[in-house]
């Protein structure tokens, strides 16, 4: 039978705030990056998505514009236990 034996390690201090120093500048840098994107996408999409909206109203494309298609159909329900005949249709 095979025992597992656990060591206790000291690990040093400077180790440990190394560690968390690298982690809180990792994640500030991140966190930069993700905001400096944002404000220069942000505001180039909010223009082309409003270029895109005027020029779809002049041109008639617009969502209260557009005719709505409602596709009907009959269903036929297939169960592996009935035979051709017995199908039934909703």
């Given at each position: ?24 500048a ?13 404000l ?51």
């Open positions: 039978m095979s025992r597992i034996e656990f060591r206790m390690v000291r690990i040093p201090r400077w180790a440990i705030l190394l560690a968390v120093s690298i982690t809180i990792l994640g500030l840098t991140l966190a930069i990056i993700a905001a400096g994107l944002f220069i996408i942000f505001p180039i999409m909010l223009v082309l998505s409003g270029a895109a909206g005027l020029l779809g109203l002049l041109r008639g494309r617009g969502a209260a514009r557009r005719q709505i298609r409602v596709i009907d159909a009959d269903y036929v329900v297939h169960h592996e236990g009935f035979e051709p005949d017995e199908r039934r249709r909703y």
